[in-house]
Nanobody
Framework: QVQLVESGGGLVQAGGSLRLSCAVSGRTDSTYAMGWYRQAPGKERELVAAITWIGGRKYYADSLKGRFTVSRDTAKKTLYLQMNNLKLEDTAVYYC?????????????????WGQGTQVTVSS
């Protein structure tokens, strides 16, 4: 079992930055990859970025490349998402997720562990 707890969400003006954190506990030795997802009101949940726990191989949604950076600190057992130049359309609940399955394409991950989510609201 893996437990995930997100933090760092909040209200920010357009153009600003936020860093989300996800504290990981439990069986991290069985974790292959972790991802950040988001779900805006009335929209489907989408994968924002993913990273392998060992090796740090990364994936980003094409629309977010250059503004968002995913990273992890295995010693602190924490996943991060640095979000810069935030836009109104980035407003969503952001979720941290983890999977023990191996994927050659991190864009295809199907996590089986999820955090409770943290709200990010971007204002004009």
């Amino acid at each position: 079992q893996v437990q995930l707890v997100e933090s760092g969400g909040g209200l920010v003006q357009a153009g600003g930055s936020l860093r989300l954190s996800c504290a990981v506990s439990g069986r991290t030795d069985s974790t292959y990859a972790m991802g950040w997802y988001r779900q805006a009101p009335g929209k489907e949940r989408e994968l924002v970025a993913a990273i392998t726990w060992i090796g740090g191989r990364k994936y980003y949604a094409d629309s977010l490349k250059g503004r968002f950076t995913v990273s992890r600190d295995t010693a602190k057992k924490t996943l991060y998402l640095q979000m810069n130049n935030l836009k109104l359309e980035d407003t969503a609940v952001y979720y941290c997720a983890a999977t023990g399955a191996v994927y050659s394409d991190l864009g295809d991950i199907n996590p089986n562990y999820w955090g409770q989510g943290t709200q990010v609201t971007v204002s004009s």
